[in-house]
């Protein structure tokens, strides 16, 4: 019990590390306008959602990104890809503006 949660104190300390590298590639709109913009929503298991079919590809990329992330984490910490994710869109839900949409793990949307 307590290396589970020694590794998650740790993943959460990577998290707030690796956060600025989940944002994606960058693009005329920055990911927080589109976000703000309701046009990107957040999932609670760490990966993004296109809100706007013109943006699948953006999203995508985002999202290949973070699965690399996640899934170095989840190796490291011995710990599953899920609750690494779920760490870190508890980090991402807290820094995204104000008008983003969050995906429950119940499938209902909440906007920020």
Not at 37 to 53: T, W
Request: zero cysteines.
């Amino acid at each position: 019990m307590t290396r589970r949660w020694f590794s998650l104190l740790s993943l959460l300390m990577a998290a707030a590390l690796a956060l600025p590298l989940l944002a994606g590639p960058a693009s005329a709109q920055s990911l927080d306008d589109l976000r703000a913009a309701g046009k990107i929503g957040e999932r609670y298991d760490g990966f993004a959602v296109a809100r706007d079919s013109n943006l699948k590809d953006m999203v995508v990329e985002i999202n290949a990104k973070r699965r690399e992330i996640y899934e170095n984490e989840a190796s490291k910490l011995g710990v599953s890809l899920g609750e690494v994710g779920k760490v870190y869109a508890a980090k991402i839900v807290k820094q995204v503006p104000n008008g983003t949409w969050i995906l429950t793990a119940d499938g209902d949307w909440l906007q920020k």
